[in-house]
């Protein structure tokens, strides 16, 4: 089954470095979105992507944060001033249309980023 | 706006006893509705869902979750758990711009 992958899989950086999660879609996939999940906290949307460009964000995803697809397979959210509340997971997703019925919107396995 | 309240922040049940975790939304629309299960360290894995089509929903692992339009509630269930059902299960609901609005996560354990 199809996946959506997700580099690294955990991340440590120092407070105030820029970081880049990397994400690969599924290939069909035209939809792309990123979520972050603080420990211990629900799962908050960040963005949404299509069509090279932003298409919604949340007011978390304020002027630190940037996404982009820089080829035909990868996505990335860059961090560019790393805080400490920036530790958490998060997780990339793509679907093959903009909404339901038919709605294949997969999440991928995380990228658990630890800021010290 | 759309928004889903998940009743139960932890739920304990006996291996082999029915589940049931409970999930209440509000929506101005007729709502999609999806249950994901998180297992340690591993990604959002998609148990179901529902988007307009019959009110009984059936997943994976036999979950299966009924929609009542009349309760406002989307509760999933399974009727015999199992130890690898032990895992953080999310309510969510589509909102505006196709945002997922995930509800807190009830954490269910399965007692030998």
């Known amino acids: 089954e199809p996946e959506v992958t997700q580099t690294p899989s955990h991340q440590v950086t120092q407070m105030g470095q820029e970081v880049i999660l990397r994400c690969v879609p599924i290939s069909n996939h035209l939809y792309f979105y990123w979520y972050r999940q603080i420990l211990g906290q629900k799962v908050e949307f960040l963005v949404s992507?299509?069509?090279?460009?932003?298409?919604?964000k949340s007011e978390i995803f304020d002027d630190q944060f940037s996404v982009e697809r820089p080829d035909g397979s990868n996505f990335t959210l860059k961090i560019r001033s790393t805080k400490l509340e920036d530790s958490a997971m998060y997780f990339c997703a793509s679907s093959d249309t903009p909404g339901p019925p038919n709605y294949g919107y997969t999440f991928g396995s995380g990228t658990r980023l630890t800021v010290v | 706006a759309q928004s889903v309240t998940q009743l139960d922040s932890h739920v304990s049940v006996s291996e082999g006893t029915p589940v049931l975790l409970r999930c209440n939304y509000s929506?101005?629309?007729?709502?999609?509705l999806f249950w994901y299960v998180q297992h340690p360290n591993k990604g959002l894995q998609l148990l179901l869902k529902?988007?307009?089509?019959?009110?009984l929903v059936k997943g994976i692992n036999g979950f299966e979750a009924e929609f009542k339009k009349s309760e406002t509630s989307f509760h999933l269930t399974k009727p015999s758990a199992h130890m690898s059902d032990a895992a953080e299960y999310f309510c969510v609901v589509i909102g505006t711009g196709n945002q997922f609005y995930f509800g807190t996560g009830t954490s269910l354990t399965v007692i030998p």
């Open positions: 992507f299509y069509n090279n460009e932003i298409s919604e």
């Open positions: 529902y988007t307009s089509a019959a009110t």
């Open positions: 929506s101005s629309y007729s709502p999609s």
